[in-house]
């Protein structure tokens, strides 16, 4: 099997056995109805964390690929984190953006989230999969990247549901940008900087290790709308 069907098969995944995925089977999605603003914005300040974190979950698998001799896959992830720390955003990167972009059009804070019971569990587990064998944790990077365009259309389509209106541009300037060109280049040229290392008998693990992110994201998901629904919150609008 070459390595390009294998990832079309583990695309295909993301809609087919996860609803974390899904704009209208995610388990935040399906509480909508039932949730105050607060409650939902809870969310969003929770689920900026992640990206938050993805340097380093990078860097990470950075250094796998050079321990394995994967040369082109660790340039590859050094642009990728040159562009997430603001090579081709004047310095700004792009937690930045989405953190700023949060706090000025839902005008909550969101730089100094700290993760609470959901995000801590999804984050450690991701550090232990990220821990393990290179051809797992490309697995597990490669799953990252996969996931960012169905999961950043499901946060642009929670926010519009707070702002019951038209989003602010840098904000829309944060998405377009991430859904129509950056994790499109990002997810492509990570595929491709694999495929030319990775052997047949890696497939499992590469399998393995993206799985057990998606897994992971999955559980994050539902246990979050479990907090936000059994939360009472309340929130000081404006930014300190």
Same mark, same amino acid.
């Given at each position: ?93 792009? #937690?930045? $953006?989405? &953190?700023?972009?949060?706090? %000025? @059009?839902?005008? =909550? /804070? ?25 051809? #797992?944790? $490309?697995? &597990?990077?490669?799953?990252? %990247? @996969?996931?960012? =365009? /169905? ?27 991430? $859904? ?61």
């Amino acid at each position: 099997m070459a390595f390009n069907h294998l990832t079309k098969q583990l695309n295909q995944l993301l809609t087919q056995d996860y609803l974390a995925f899904s704009s209208t089977e995610n388990p935040v999605v399906q509480i909508l109805s039932v949730t105050s603003f607060a409650q939902i914005a809870y969310v969003m300040q929770q689920y900026s964390i992640f990206p938050k974190e993805l340097v380093f979950f990078t860097e990470l698998a950075r250094q796998k690929a050079l321990e394995a001799g994967w040369n082109g896959v660790a340039q590859e992830l050094k642009q990728n984190i040159a562009e997430e720390m603001g090579s081709s955003t004047q310095g700004v990167s792009h #937690y930045m $953006l989405l &953190a700023e972009g949060l706090e %000025e @059009a839902l005008g =909550i /804070p969101v730089k100094n989230t700290t993760p609470l019971i959901a995000t801590s569990k999804l984050l450690k587990t991701v550090q232990l999969v990220f821990n393990q064998q290179p051809a #797992y944790v $490309l697995g &597990a990077t490669y799953a990252i %990247e @996969a996931t960012s =365009i /169905p999961e950043l259309s499901l946060i642009m389509q929670l926010i519009k549901w707070l702002l019951e209106g038209a989003m602010p541009k840098d904000l829309q300037y944060f998405f377009d940008m991430h $859904l129509n060109e950056w994790e499109l280049e990002h997810e492509e040229g990570l595929r491709t900087a694999v495929a030319a290392y990775i052997q047949p008998e890696q497939f499992g693990e590469f399998e393995a290790g993206f799985r057990a992110v998606i897994d992971a994201m999955e559980v994050w998901w539902q246990e979050l709308a479990q907090e936000a629904i059994s939360s009472k919150l309340t929130f000081n609008m404006a930014i300190a």
